[in-house]
Protein backbone atom coordinates (compact mmCIF):
# COMPACT_ATOMS: atom_id res chain seq x y z
CA UNK A 1 0.00 0.00 0.00
CA UNK A 2 2.84 2.59 -1.43
CA UNK A 3 2.11 6.50 -1.06
CA UNK A 4 3.47 8.62 -3.58
CA UNK A 5 3.59 12.15 -3.04
CA UNK A 6 4.28 15.33 -5.32
CA UNK A 7 4.95 18.83 -4.07
CA UNK A 8 7.64 20.96 -3.14
CA UNK A 9 10.87 20.08 -1.03
CA UNK A 10 12.14 23.38 -0.22
CA UNK A 11 14.21 26.25 2.01
CA UNK A 12 11.98 27.77 4.47
CA UNK A 13 12.64 31.10 6.53
CA UNK A 14 10.46 31.81 9.09
CA UNK A 15 9.83 34.43 11.83
CA UNK A 16 7.54 33.51 14.75
CA UNK A 17 6.69 35.45 18.13
CA UNK A 18 8.95 32.78 19.19
CA UNK A 19 11.81 32.74 16.88
CA UNK A 20 13.26 32.65 13.58
CA UNK A 21 15.33 30.81 11.75
CA UNK A 22 17.00 30.92 7.89
CA UNK A 23 16.86 28.01 5.08
CA UNK A 24 15.70 25.40 7.48
CA UNK A 25 13.48 22.05 5.63
CA UNK A 26 10.47 23.15 4.40
CA UNK A 27 7.97 21.71 1.32
CA UNK A 28 4.91 20.32 1.43
CA UNK A 29 5.88 16.84 -0.05
CA UNK A 30 8.93 17.23 2.92
CA UNK A 31 6.17 17.45 5.45
CA UNK A 32 3.84 15.06 4.16
CA UNK A 33 5.98 12.18 3.03
CA UNK A 34 8.21 12.55 6.97
CA UNK A 35 4.45 12.51 8.44
CA UNK A 36 3.29 9.71 6.57
CA UNK A 37 6.36 7.51 6.65
CA UNK A 38 5.40 6.67 10.38
CA UNK A 39 2.53 4.98 8.67
CA UNK A 40 3.77 3.82 5.78
CA UNK A 41 6.12 3.57 2.62
CA UNK A 42 5.93 6.87 1.06
CA UNK A 43 7.68 7.92 -2.36
CA UNK A 44 8.43 11.70 -3.08
CA UNK A 45 8.25 12.99 -6.55
CA UNK A 46 9.67 16.78 -5.95
CA UNK A 47 12.90 18.74 -7.28
CA UNK A 48 15.70 20.85 -5.46
CA UNK A 49 18.43 23.39 -6.44
CA UNK A 50 22.02 21.91 -6.58
CA UNK A 51 22.38 24.03 -3.28
CA UNK A 52 19.86 21.88 -1.16
CA UNK A 53 21.91 20.68 1.53
CA UNK A 54 23.07 16.87 1.82
CA UNK A 55 22.28 16.71 5.38
CA UNK A 56 18.06 17.29 4.23
CA UNK A 57 18.35 14.08 1.77
CA UNK A 58 20.28 12.11 4.08
CA UNK A 59 17.57 13.11 6.93
CA UNK A 60 14.64 12.17 4.34
CA UNK A 61 16.69 8.69 3.26
CA UNK A 62 16.75 7.94 7.05
CA UNK A 63 12.77 7.98 7.12
CA UNK A 64 13.10 5.92 4.69
CA UNK A 65 11.58 8.22 2.11
CA UNK A 66 11.57 7.22 -1.45
CA UNK A 67 13.59 9.47 -3.50
CA UNK A 68 13.93 8.35 -6.84
CA UNK A 69 11.86 10.63 -8.08
CA UNK A 70 13.64 14.07 -6.33
CA UNK A 71 15.91 15.16 -8.99
CA UNK A 72 18.31 17.67 -8.43
CA UNK A 73 18.24 20.41 -11.08
CA UNK A 74 20.63 23.13 -12.19
CA UNK A 75 19.74 26.06 -10.03
CA UNK A 76 19.04 27.03 -6.41
CA UNK A 77 15.75 25.26 -4.31
CA UNK A 78 12.82 26.89 -4.25
CA UNK A 79 12.11 29.40 -1.46
CA UNK A 80 9.86 30.53 0.87
CA UNK A 81 9.94 33.14 3.62
CA UNK A 82 7.45 33.97 5.90
CA UNK A 83 6.46 35.57 9.27
CA UNK A 84 3.65 34.40 11.53
CA UNK A 85 2.45 36.96 14.43
CA UNK A 86 0.39 36.65 17.44
CA UNK A 87 -1.93 34.93 15.97
CA UNK A 88 -0.53 32.31 14.57
CA UNK A 89 -3.09 31.27 12.02
CA UNK A 90 -2.07 33.12 9.34
CA UNK A 91 1.39 33.26 7.63
CA UNK A 92 2.23 36.72 6.21
CA UNK A 93 4.51 35.87 3.08
CA UNK A 94 7.51 38.28 2.84
CA UNK A 95 9.03 36.49 -0.24
CA UNK A 96 8.69 33.22 -2.64
CA UNK A 97 11.76 32.44 -4.98
CA UNK A 98 10.02 29.37 -6.97
CA UNK A 99 13.75 28.96 -8.42
CA UNK A 100 14.25 25.46 -9.84
CA UNK A 101 10.38 24.74 -8.92
CA UNK A 102 9.50 27.87 -12.05
CA UNK A 103 10.23 25.22 -14.54
CA UNK A 104 9.46 21.89 -12.89
CA UNK A 105 7.95 19.37 -15.48
CA UNK A 106 7.14 16.55 -12.83
CA UNK A 107 7.89 12.80 -14.44
CA UNK A 108 7.21 10.53 -12.18
CA UNK A 109 9.67 7.10 -12.31
CA UNK A 110 8.29 4.29 -14.44
CA UNK A 111 8.42 1.88 -11.27
CA UNK A 112 6.05 4.63 -9.35
CA UNK A 113 3.92 4.20 -11.54
CA UNK A 114 1.46 2.17 -9.46
CA UNK A 115 0.97 4.13 -6.17
CA UNK A 116 -2.00 3.16 -4.20
CA UNK A 117 -2.35 6.26 -2.32
CA UNK A 118 -1.43 9.62 -4.17
CA UNK A 119 -1.01 12.99 -2.74
CA UNK A 120 -0.83 15.98 -5.01
CA UNK A 121 0.43 18.86 -2.52
CA UNK A 122 -0.54 22.37 -3.19
CA UNK A 123 1.01 23.41 -7.07
CA UNK A 124 0.39 24.37 -10.02
CA UNK A 125 -3.30 22.58 -10.80
CA UNK A 126 -1.68 21.70 -14.32
CA UNK A 127 1.14 19.91 -13.01
CA UNK A 128 -1.27 18.04 -10.41
CA UNK A 129 -3.54 17.00 -13.46
CA UNK A 130 -0.23 15.68 -15.29
CA UNK A 131 1.25 13.99 -12.40
CA UNK A 132 -2.19 12.01 -12.28
CA UNK A 133 -2.58 11.00 -16.27
CA UNK A 134 1.12 9.48 -15.03
CA UNK A 135 0.09 7.10 -12.79
CA UNK A 136 -2.56 3.89 -13.02
CA UNK A 137 -5.71 4.99 -11.24
CA UNK A 138 -4.70 4.84 -7.27
CA UNK A 139 -7.38 3.27 -4.73
CA UNK A 140 -7.43 6.84 -3.10
CA UNK A 141 -6.03 10.71 -4.73
CA UNK A 142 -6.25 13.36 -2.05
CA UNK A 143 -5.09 17.06 -3.20
CA UNK A 144 -4.15 20.09 -1.56
CA UNK A 145 -4.65 23.41 -3.19
CA UNK A 146 -4.86 27.30 -2.47
CA UNK A 147 -6.35 30.94 -3.29
CA UNK A 148 -3.66 31.66 -5.51
CA UNK A 149 -4.81 28.59 -7.83
CA UNK A 150 -8.61 28.99 -7.28
CA UNK A 151 -7.96 32.87 -8.36
CA UNK A 152 -5.55 32.59 -11.14
CA UNK A 153 -6.37 28.69 -12.45
CA UNK A 154 -9.89 27.90 -11.08
CA UNK A 155 -10.44 25.98 -14.93
CA UNK A 156 -7.28 23.36 -14.08
CA UNK A 157 -8.57 23.27 -10.67
CA UNK A 158 -11.84 22.08 -11.83
CA UNK A 159 -10.50 19.55 -14.85
CA UNK A 160 -8.40 18.11 -11.76
CA UNK A 161 -11.52 17.98 -9.22
CA UNK A 162 -13.49 15.69 -11.75
CA UNK A 163 -10.30 12.78 -10.97
CA UNK A 164 -9.84 13.81 -6.84
CA UNK A 165 -10.89 11.72 -4.29
CA UNK A 166 -10.74 13.76 -1.19
CA UNK A 167 -9.77 17.52 -1.76
CA UNK A 168 -8.06 19.76 1.34
CA UNK A 169 -8.97 23.04 1.47
CA UNK A 170 -8.76 25.92 4.33
CA UNK A 171 -12.40 27.52 5.24
CA UNK A 172 -11.46 30.97 3.47
CA UNK A 173 -10.24 29.17 0.28
CA UNK A 174 -13.63 26.47 0.04
CA UNK A 175 -15.33 29.94 0.85
CA UNK A 176 -13.69 31.26 -2.53
CA UNK A 177 -13.55 28.52 -4.45
CA UNK A 178 -17.61 28.33 -3.96
CA UNK A 179 -18.77 31.26 -3.47
CA UNK A 180 -20.76 30.38 -0.45
CA UNK A 181 -20.05 31.48 2.99
CA UNK A 182 -21.72 28.59 5.03
CA UNK A 183 -19.47 26.35 4.97
CA UNK A 184 -21.89 23.48 4.88
CA UNK A 185 -23.11 24.84 1.62
CA UNK A 186 -19.73 25.72 0.36
CA UNK A 187 -18.81 21.96 0.67
CA UNK A 188 -21.33 20.60 -1.33
CA UNK A 189 -20.69 23.28 -4.13
CA UNK A 190 -17.43 21.90 -3.89
CA UNK A 191 -18.30 18.41 -4.05
CA UNK A 192 -20.64 19.30 -7.22
CA UNK A 193 -16.95 19.58 -8.92
CA UNK A 194 -16.36 16.03 -8.52
CA UNK A 195 -14.07 15.22 -5.73
CA UNK A 196 -16.18 12.33 -3.14
CA UNK A 197 -15.39 14.57 -0.22
CA UNK A 198 -13.74 17.81 1.31
CA UNK A 199 -11.69 18.11 4.45
CA UNK A 200 -11.70 21.95 5.43
CA UNK A 201 -9.21 22.75 7.29
CA UNK A 202 -9.85 25.14 10.27
CA UNK A 203 -6.39 26.10 11.51
CA UNK A 204 -7.00 26.04 15.66
CA UNK A 205 -10.10 25.19 15.58
CA UNK A 206 -9.70 21.56 13.86
CA UNK A 207 -11.48 20.48 10.79
CA UNK A 208 -14.52 19.08 8.79
CA UNK A 209 -14.87 16.26 6.97
CA UNK A 210 -17.46 16.55 4.12
CA UNK A 211 -18.75 13.64 2.21
CA UNK A 212 -21.77 14.00 -0.07
CA UNK A 213 -24.67 12.78 2.75
CA UNK A 214 -23.11 13.54 5.56
CA UNK A 215 -20.28 15.40 7.70
CA UNK A 216 -17.60 14.79 10.60
CA UNK A 217 -16.25 17.50 12.72
CA UNK A 218 -13.11 17.46 15.08
CA UNK A 219 -11.94 20.05 17.14
CA UNK A 220 -7.68 20.67 16.84
CA UNK A 221 -5.47 18.80 19.70
CA UNK A 222 -5.37 22.02 22.11
CA UNK A 223 -1.59 23.05 22.84
CA UNK A 224 0.01 25.03 25.58
CA UNK A 225 2.72 25.81 22.97
CA UNK A 226 2.49 26.78 19.56
CA UNK A 227 5.76 27.90 17.61
CA UNK A 228 5.87 27.21 13.92
CA UNK A 229 2.35 26.35 12.20
CA UNK A 230 4.30 26.64 9.13
CA UNK A 231 3.56 22.83 7.50
CA UNK A 232 0.74 22.04 9.58
CA UNK A 233 -1.75 21.27 6.83
CA UNK A 234 0.71 19.29 4.84
CA UNK A 235 1.80 17.00 8.08
CA UNK A 236 -2.23 16.70 8.27
CA UNK A 237 -2.49 15.47 5.14
CA UNK A 238 0.46 13.12 5.95
CA UNK A 239 -1.14 11.47 8.99
CA UNK A 240 -4.41 10.85 7.46
CA UNK A 241 -3.32 9.44 4.11
CA UNK A 242 -0.89 7.87 6.09
CA UNK A 243 -3.45 6.22 8.67
CA UNK A 244 -5.61 5.41 5.56
CA UNK A 245 -3.09 3.46 3.84
CA UNK A 246 -2.09 1.48 6.87
CA UNK A 247 -5.35 0.68 7.91
CA UNK A 248 -5.73 -0.58 3.72
CA UNK A 249 -9.36 0.10 4.26
CA UNK A 250 -11.01 3.21 2.20
CA UNK A 251 -14.24 3.40 4.00
CA UNK A 252 -15.86 6.24 6.98
CA UNK A 253 -14.12 4.80 9.71
CA UNK A 254 -10.56 4.40 8.56
CA UNK A 255 -11.40 7.93 6.90
CA UNK A 256 -12.17 9.59 10.00
CA UNK A 257 -9.71 8.24 11.85
CA UNK A 258 -7.05 9.06 9.46
CA UNK A 259 -8.33 12.96 10.24
CA UNK A 260 -7.57 12.10 13.91
CA UNK A 261 -4.30 11.30 13.55
CA UNK A 262 -3.73 14.00 10.88
CA UNK A 263 -4.85 16.22 13.84
CA UNK A 264 -2.21 14.49 15.87
CA UNK A 265 0.77 14.65 13.74
CA UNK A 266 0.08 17.95 13.10
CA UNK A 267 -0.20 19.18 16.89
CA UNK A 268 3.36 17.59 16.98
CA UNK A 269 4.49 19.83 13.74
CA UNK A 270 3.38 22.71 15.07
CA UNK A 271 5.55 22.61 18.64
CA UNK A 272 9.03 23.31 16.97
CA UNK A 273 10.57 24.91 13.44
CA UNK A 274 10.06 23.24 10.20
CA UNK A 275 10.17 19.01 10.82
CA UNK A 276 11.87 18.55 14.37
CA UNK A 277 9.42 18.13 16.20
CA UNK A 278 8.37 15.19 13.97
CA UNK A 279 12.23 13.47 14.17
CA UNK A 280 11.81 13.31 17.52
CA UNK A 281 8.45 11.67 18.13
CA UNK A 282 8.00 7.70 18.49
CA UNK A 283 4.65 5.64 17.26
CA UNK A 284 4.15 5.66 21.12
CA UNK A 285 4.03 9.43 21.24
CA UNK A 286 1.29 9.26 18.37
CA UNK A 287 -0.65 6.89 19.82
CA UNK A 288 -0.73 8.34 23.69
CA UNK A 289 -1.64 12.06 22.10
CA UNK A 290 -4.60 9.85 20.13
CA UNK A 291 -5.60 8.34 22.95
CA UNK A 292 -5.36 11.65 24.73
CA UNK A 293 -7.54 13.16 21.98
CA UNK A 294 -9.95 10.11 22.10
CA UNK A 295 -10.40 11.15 26.15
CA UNK A 296 -10.76 14.89 25.64
CA UNK A 297 -13.49 14.68 23.20
CA UNK A 298 -15.29 11.52 24.48
CA UNK A 299 -18.99 12.63 26.21
CA UNK B 1 -33.57 19.87 41.81
CA UNK B 2 -34.72 23.19 41.18
CA UNK B 3 -33.08 25.69 39.33
CA UNK B 4 -32.58 29.88 40.12
CA UNK B 5 -31.45 32.02 37.77
CA UNK B 6 -30.53 35.95 38.62
CA UNK B 7 -30.23 38.19 35.22
CA UNK B 8 -32.41 40.45 32.77
CA UNK B 9 -35.39 40.26 31.43
CA UNK B 10 -35.30 42.71 28.34
CA UNK B 11 -36.33 44.15 25.10
CA UNK B 12 -33.72 43.69 22.16
CA UNK B 13 -33.56 45.04 18.89
CA UNK B 14 -31.97 43.18 16.64
CA UNK B 15 -30.21 43.57 13.03
CA UNK B 16 -28.62 40.94 11.15
CA UNK B 17 -27.54 40.37 7.64
CA UNK B 18 -31.30 38.27 7.38
CA UNK B 19 -33.23 40.78 8.92
CA UNK B 20 -34.29 42.69 11.71
CA UNK B 21 -36.80 42.87 14.17
CA UNK B 22 -37.57 45.64 17.14
CA UNK B 23 -38.30 45.11 20.94
CA UNK B 24 -38.25 41.28 21.01
CA UNK B 25 -38.17 39.45 24.20
CA UNK B 26 -34.71 39.23 25.03
CA UNK B 27 -32.46 39.30 28.22
CA UNK B 28 -30.06 36.71 29.93
CA UNK B 29 -32.30 35.39 32.36
CA UNK B 30 -35.10 34.82 29.64
CA UNK B 31 -32.67 32.53 27.16
CA UNK B 32 -31.66 30.95 30.20
CA UNK B 33 -34.67 29.90 31.76
CA UNK B 34 -36.53 28.84 28.58
CA UNK B 35 -33.83 26.87 27.73
CA UNK B 36 -33.51 25.27 31.28
CA UNK B 37 -36.99 24.50 30.98
CA UNK B 38 -36.94 21.61 28.51
CA UNK B 39 -35.18 20.04 31.41
CA UNK B 40 -36.13 21.09 35.15
CA UNK B 41 -37.89 23.42 37.06
CA UNK B 42 -36.68 26.80 36.69
CA UNK B 43 -37.21 30.17 38.64
CA UNK B 44 -36.39 33.77 37.94
CA UNK B 45 -35.35 36.55 40.03
CA UNK B 46 -35.15 40.12 37.50
CA UNK B 47 -37.28 42.71 36.91
CA UNK B 48 -38.97 44.33 33.93
CA UNK B 49 -40.88 47.94 33.58
CA UNK B 50 -44.68 48.54 33.57
CA UNK B 51 -44.14 48.67 29.78
CA UNK B 52 -43.09 44.66 29.11
CA UNK B 53 -45.61 43.10 26.98
CA UNK B 54 -48.24 40.89 29.19
CA UNK B 55 -47.73 38.39 25.89
CA UNK B 56 -44.11 38.01 27.04
CA UNK B 57 -45.09 37.00 30.90
CA UNK B 58 -47.41 34.27 29.26
CA UNK B 59 -45.09 32.99 27.34
CA UNK B 60 -42.72 32.67 30.20
CA UNK B 61 -45.47 31.63 32.41
CA UNK B 62 -46.34 28.54 29.84
CA UNK B 63 -43.26 27.21 30.05
CA UNK B 64 -43.87 26.83 33.81
CA UNK B 65 -40.94 28.84 34.45
CA UNK B 66 -41.39 30.85 37.87
CA UNK B 67 -42.25 34.02 38.05
CA UNK B 68 -42.18 34.63 41.80
CA UNK B 69 -38.99 36.72 41.65
CA UNK B 70 -39.82 38.98 38.70
CA UNK B 71 -40.58 41.97 40.06
CA UNK B 72 -42.52 45.02 37.86
CA UNK B 73 -40.69 48.46 38.41
CA UNK B 74 -41.95 51.93 37.65
CA UNK B 75 -40.38 52.60 34.75
CA UNK B 76 -39.24 51.23 31.61
CA UNK B 77 -37.70 47.67 30.83
CA UNK B 78 -33.86 47.18 29.91
CA UNK B 79 -33.26 47.46 26.45
CA UNK B 80 -30.66 46.37 24.32
CA UNK B 81 -30.14 47.60 20.41
CA UNK B 82 -27.19 45.60 18.45
CA UNK B 83 -26.37 44.57 14.83
CA UNK B 84 -24.31 41.73 13.61
CA UNK B 85 -22.54 41.80 10.06
CA UNK B 86 -21.63 38.68 7.91
CA UNK B 87 -19.41 37.23 10.45
CA UNK B 88 -22.12 36.56 13.11
CA UNK B 89 -19.70 36.02 15.77
CA UNK B 90 -19.42 39.75 16.74
CA UNK B 91 -22.17 41.81 18.39
CA UNK B 92 -21.97 45.22 17.52
CA UNK B 93 -23.83 47.28 20.72
CA UNK B 94 -25.52 49.96 19.05
CA UNK B 95 -27.36 50.81 22.68
CA UNK B 96 -28.12 49.86 26.08
CA UNK B 97 -30.78 51.50 28.10
CA UNK B 98 -30.12 49.87 31.55
CA UNK B 99 -33.65 51.71 32.47
CA UNK B 100 -35.47 49.51 35.15
CA UNK B 101 -32.05 47.57 35.68
CA UNK B 102 -30.36 50.35 36.46
CA UNK B 103 -31.31 50.44 40.24
CA UNK B 104 -32.21 46.69 40.11
CA UNK B 105 -31.96 45.56 43.52
CA UNK B 106 -32.11 41.94 43.57
CA UNK B 107 -34.15 40.06 46.16
CA UNK B 108 -34.98 35.98 46.14
CA UNK B 109 -38.18 35.57 47.54
CA UNK B 110 -37.84 33.68 50.80
CA UNK B 111 -39.31 30.23 49.32
CA UNK B 112 -37.23 30.35 46.42
CA UNK B 113 -33.93 30.96 48.60
CA UNK B 114 -32.79 26.80 48.65
CA UNK B 115 -32.35 26.39 45.02
CA UNK B 116 -29.93 23.16 44.44
CA UNK B 117 -28.63 24.88 41.29
CA UNK B 118 -27.70 28.45 40.84
CA UNK B 119 -26.98 30.48 37.69
CA UNK B 120 -25.36 34.15 37.94
CA UNK B 121 -26.45 35.40 34.52
CA UNK B 122 -24.10 38.53 32.80
CA UNK B 123 -24.96 41.56 35.50
CA UNK B 124 -23.03 43.75 38.17
CA UNK B 125 -21.00 40.95 39.88
CA UNK B 126 -21.50 42.64 43.02
CA UNK B 127 -25.08 41.87 42.04
CA UNK B 128 -24.18 38.25 41.70
CA UNK B 129 -22.70 38.44 44.83
CA UNK B 130 -25.51 39.76 46.73
CA UNK B 131 -27.82 36.46 45.63
CA UNK B 132 -25.24 34.29 46.52
CA UNK B 133 -25.66 35.84 49.84
CA UNK B 134 -29.32 35.16 49.97
CA UNK B 135 -29.39 31.96 49.06
CA UNK B 136 -27.87 28.86 50.73
CA UNK B 137 -25.04 27.24 48.97
CA UNK B 138 -26.52 25.54 46.16
CA UNK B 139 -25.16 22.12 44.77
CA UNK B 140 -24.22 24.36 41.25
CA UNK B 141 -23.57 27.74 41.22
CA UNK B 142 -22.61 28.42 37.67
CA UNK B 143 -21.98 32.52 36.90
CA UNK B 144 -21.83 34.25 33.62
CA UNK B 145 -19.50 37.71 32.92
CA UNK B 146 -18.32 40.01 30.32
CA UNK B 147 -15.51 42.04 29.19
CA UNK B 148 -16.90 45.39 30.97
CA UNK B 149 -17.26 43.91 34.16
CA UNK B 150 -13.72 42.04 33.98
CA UNK B 151 -12.48 45.98 32.90
CA UNK B 152 -14.49 48.19 35.78
CA UNK B 153 -14.90 45.73 38.76
CA UNK B 154 -11.97 42.92 38.28
CA UNK B 155 -12.35 42.77 41.98
CA UNK B 156 -15.92 42.13 42.41
CA UNK B 157 -15.46 39.63 40.36
CA UNK B 158 -12.22 37.87 42.06
CA UNK B 159 -14.39 38.01 45.25
CA UNK B 160 -17.53 36.56 43.39
CA UNK B 161 -15.00 33.79 41.62
CA UNK B 162 -13.83 32.64 45.48
CA UNK B 163 -17.90 30.97 46.07
CA UNK B 164 -17.99 29.93 42.20
CA UNK B 165 -18.45 26.26 40.77
CA UNK B 166 -18.07 26.58 37.10
CA UNK B 167 -17.92 30.35 35.31
CA UNK B 168 -18.60 31.10 31.85
CA UNK B 169 -16.49 33.52 29.61
CA UNK B 170 -15.79 33.50 25.84
CA UNK B 171 -12.29 32.92 24.54
CA UNK B 172 -11.65 36.61 24.43
CA UNK B 173 -12.96 37.58 27.76
CA UNK B 174 -10.60 34.56 29.49
CA UNK B 175 -7.29 36.06 27.96
CA UNK B 176 -8.71 39.25 28.80
CA UNK B 177 -8.82 38.19 32.22
CA UNK B 178 -5.68 35.97 32.86
CA UNK B 179 -3.34 37.91 30.60
CA UNK B 180 -2.50 34.78 29.03
CA UNK B 181 -3.48 34.62 24.80
CA UNK B 182 -2.99 30.76 25.05
CA UNK B 183 -6.35 29.07 25.99
CA UNK B 184 -4.81 26.13 28.12
CA UNK B 185 -2.97 28.63 30.59
CA UNK B 186 -5.78 31.32 30.36
CA UNK B 187 -7.91 28.60 32.17
CA UNK B 188 -5.92 27.22 34.49
CA UNK B 189 -5.03 31.19 35.56
CA UNK B 190 -9.06 31.53 35.84
CA UNK B 191 -9.11 28.63 37.99
CA UNK B 192 -6.66 29.67 40.40
CA UNK B 193 -8.89 32.21 41.39
CA UNK B 194 -11.90 29.99 42.74
CA UNK B 195 -13.89 28.06 40.67
CA UNK B 196 -13.42 24.25 40.06
CA UNK B 197 -14.08 24.76 36.21
CA UNK B 198 -14.09 27.33 33.65
CA UNK B 199 -16.07 26.97 30.61
CA UNK B 200 -14.73 28.70 27.27
CA UNK B 201 -17.19 29.82 24.62
CA UNK B 202 -15.59 29.79 21.31
CA UNK B 203 -19.18 30.81 19.25
CA UNK B 204 -18.91 28.82 15.71
CA UNK B 205 -15.93 26.59 17.07
CA UNK B 206 -17.26 25.53 19.83
CA UNK B 207 -16.23 25.12 24.05
CA UNK B 208 -13.32 24.24 25.99
CA UNK B 209 -14.18 23.29 29.63
CA UNK B 210 -11.07 23.10 31.71
CA UNK B 211 -11.17 21.71 35.79
CA UNK B 212 -8.03 21.70 37.50
CA UNK B 213 -6.29 18.71 35.88
CA UNK B 214 -8.08 17.94 32.55
CA UNK B 215 -10.12 19.41 30.10
CA UNK B 216 -12.78 18.51 27.25
CA UNK B 217 -13.42 20.41 23.76
CA UNK B 218 -16.56 20.03 22.09
CA UNK B 219 -17.14 21.86 18.41
CA UNK B 220 -20.01 23.64 17.85
CA UNK B 221 -23.38 22.04 16.29
CA UNK B 222 -22.51 23.15 12.36
CA UNK B 223 -25.58 25.00 11.13
CA UNK B 224 -26.86 25.73 7.49
CA UNK B 225 -28.48 28.64 8.46
CA UNK B 226 -27.93 31.03 11.59
CA UNK B 227 -30.40 34.25 11.60
CA UNK B 228 -29.78 35.55 15.13
CA UNK B 229 -26.67 34.57 17.73
CA UNK B 230 -28.15 37.21 20.45
CA UNK B 231 -28.84 34.87 23.64
CA UNK B 232 -26.69 31.60 21.97
CA UNK B 233 -24.16 31.97 25.35
CA UNK B 234 -27.14 31.98 28.04
CA UNK B 235 -29.14 29.02 26.21
CA UNK B 236 -25.77 27.33 26.26
CA UNK B 237 -26.11 27.47 29.80
CA UNK B 238 -29.97 26.85 30.12
CA UNK B 239 -28.76 23.71 28.23
CA UNK B 240 -25.76 22.80 30.29
CA UNK B 241 -27.22 23.40 33.91
CA UNK B 242 -30.68 22.14 32.90
CA UNK B 243 -28.91 18.80 31.60
CA UNK B 244 -26.57 18.37 34.98
CA UNK B 245 -29.82 19.23 37.20
CA UNK B 246 -31.93 16.71 35.50
CA UNK B 247 -29.28 14.65 35.76
CA UNK B 248 -29.21 14.77 39.56
CA UNK B 249 -25.11 14.08 39.53
CA UNK B 250 -22.75 16.30 39.00
CA UNK B 251 -19.37 14.61 37.56
CA UNK B 252 -17.61 14.67 34.74
CA UNK B 253 -19.52 12.44 32.57
CA UNK B 254 -22.95 14.64 33.05
CA UNK B 255 -20.79 17.76 32.96
CA UNK B 256 -20.07 16.63 29.57
CA UNK B 257 -23.19 15.45 28.34
CA UNK B 258 -24.96 18.87 29.60
CA UNK B 259 -21.86 20.89 27.50
CA UNK B 260 -22.82 19.45 24.21
CA UNK B 261 -26.71 19.65 25.81
CA UNK B 262 -25.86 23.63 25.61
CA UNK B 263 -24.34 23.55 22.54
CA UNK B 264 -27.44 21.80 21.16
CA UNK B 265 -29.72 24.21 22.35
CA UNK B 266 -27.84 26.88 21.51
CA UNK B 267 -28.22 25.41 17.87
CA UNK B 268 -31.61 25.93 18.21
CA UNK B 269 -31.54 29.69 19.49
CA UNK B 270 -29.53 31.17 16.84
CA UNK B 271 -31.67 29.58 14.08
CA UNK B 272 -34.28 32.76 14.63
CA UNK B 273 -34.89 35.99 16.33
CA UNK B 274 -35.37 36.19 19.93
CA UNK B 275 -36.62 32.58 21.77
CA UNK B 276 -38.77 31.89 18.43
CA UNK B 277 -36.81 28.71 17.60
CA UNK B 278 -36.50 27.48 21.36
CA UNK B 279 -40.64 27.69 20.94
CA UNK B 280 -41.21 25.61 18.48
CA UNK B 281 -38.66 22.49 19.63
CA UNK B 282 -39.61 19.87 21.34
CA UNK B 283 -37.89 16.92 23.46
CA UNK B 284 -38.01 14.81 20.83
CA UNK B 285 -35.87 17.66 18.11
CA UNK B 286 -33.58 17.99 21.29
CA UNK B 287 -33.06 14.07 21.41
CA UNK B 288 -32.52 14.02 17.97
CA UNK B 289 -30.20 17.08 17.25
CA UNK B 290 -28.19 15.24 20.36
CA UNK B 291 -27.73 11.86 18.72
CA UNK B 292 -26.67 13.52 15.12
CA UNK B 293 -24.27 15.12 17.65
CA UNK B 294 -22.60 11.96 18.65
CA UNK B 295 -22.91 10.67 14.93
CA UNK B 296 -21.05 13.34 13.52
CA UNK B 297 -18.11 13.34 16.34
CA UNK B 298 -18.00 9.55 16.43
CA UNK B 299 -14.36 8.40 15.47
Redesign the interface.
Known amino acids: MSILVIGSVALDSVETPFGKRDDILGGSATFFSITASFFNKVNIVATVGEDFPKQYVTLLKNKKIGLDGLTVSKGKTFRWKGRYD ?1 DLNTAHTISTHLNVFKDFDPCVPEHLRKPEFLFLANIDPDLQYKVLQQVKRPKLVACDSMNYWITTKKRSLERLLKKVDILLLNDAEARQFSGE ?5 AAQRVISYGPKAVVIK ?1 GE ?2 V ?1 YFSKN ?6 AY ?4 IYDPTGAGDTFAGGMVGYISRAKTINE ?1 TI ?2 G ?2 YGSIMASFTVEDFSVNRLLRISQRDIESRFNHF ?1 K ?4
Chains 1, 2 share one sequence.
Open positions: FSNLIKRYGIAHFIAPLLEKTRKIIKITKF
